[in-house]
């Protein structure tokens, strides 16, 4: 147990809808990322949040977005959902900036797009 | 941006060591090593990490060769538990994770 957590677990959404995944930050960690992972592939870095502020992006289009909240719960969202959008989307936190620092993964949400 | 290579798939017998490799051919003097695994049906989580010395944990051992161009992840002892996708990344010295690529990883099968 990371301590961190997603919701929901699972869903099943329609092509072209929007869709807001959440994630809880273990406590004390301030930044977290997101991640896409298709069937039988690695994550897929999409973006990273400091202390509310969007502070790298991966190739995403701007479709994709998030949120940073004080507690540093954060939230993805996805717009005009496309087939290809279908995987398992996980958040990781971290505690800091250091090359040291590990992330905390949650068990994802896995979104299917019909 | 580093990138790794691994083997897709490895198979070890329950109870005997494991070794997985990696190659970082193009790793820089700052980034350090670090493996995730991913078991079934969860998110990825941490192993161990290092920069040039050789570390060990309480899961596993990592040897990081001399001109660091590659590592190996040393499981001792497998058990069914660690059946996994085992990835090895690079992670900067600085800019957080948007400079780190995952590949594929390597799946472990562990035979009872």
């Known amino acids: 147990e990371t301590g961190v957590t997603q919701s929901p677990t699972h869903l099943i959404k329609t092509r072209g809808q929007q869709v807001t995944l959440r994630c809880s930050s273990q406590?004390?960690?301030?930044?977290v990322s997101w991640y896409q992972q298709a069937l039988g592939q690695g994550p897929q870095f999409i973006f990273q949040?400091?202390?509310?502020?969007?502070?790298g992006r991966g190739n995403f289009p701007p479709r994709f977005s998030g949120l940073q909240f004080p507690n540093y719960s954060s939230e993805l969202n996805v717009n005009a959902l496309e087939l290809d959008d279908s995987a398992l989307y996980l958040c990781?936190?971290?505690?800091?900036?250091?090359?040291?620092?590990?992330?905390?993964f949650g068990p994802g949400t896995r979104l299917t797009v019909l | 941006d580093a990138k790794t290579t691994q083997p897709n798939s490895m198979e070890s017998n329950e109870e005997e060591p494991v070794h997985l490799p990696c190659n970082h051919s193009?790793?820089?003097?700052?980034?350090?090593i670090h493996w995730y695994r991913q078991l079934p049906s969860q998110g990825p989580e941490y192993v161990i990490h290092g920069l040039t010395s050789n570390v060990n944990n309480r899961m596993a051992s990592l040897a990081i060769a001399e001109d660091r161009k590659s590592s190996t992840l040393i499981l001792h002892r497998a058990t069914l538990r660690d059946a996994a996708v085992y990835y090895c990344i690079l992670r900067p010295h600085s800019g957080g994770y948007q400079k780190v690529t995952f590949g594929i990883g390597t799946k472990l099968q562990v035979i009872p």
């Open positions: 949040y400091y202390r509310e502020e969007e502070n």
């Open positions: 990781a936190t971290l505690r800091g900036a250091e090359p040291t620092d590990t992330q905390y």
């Open positions: 193009t790793i820089s003097g700052t980034d350090y």
């Open positions: 406590s004390g960690h301030n930044t």
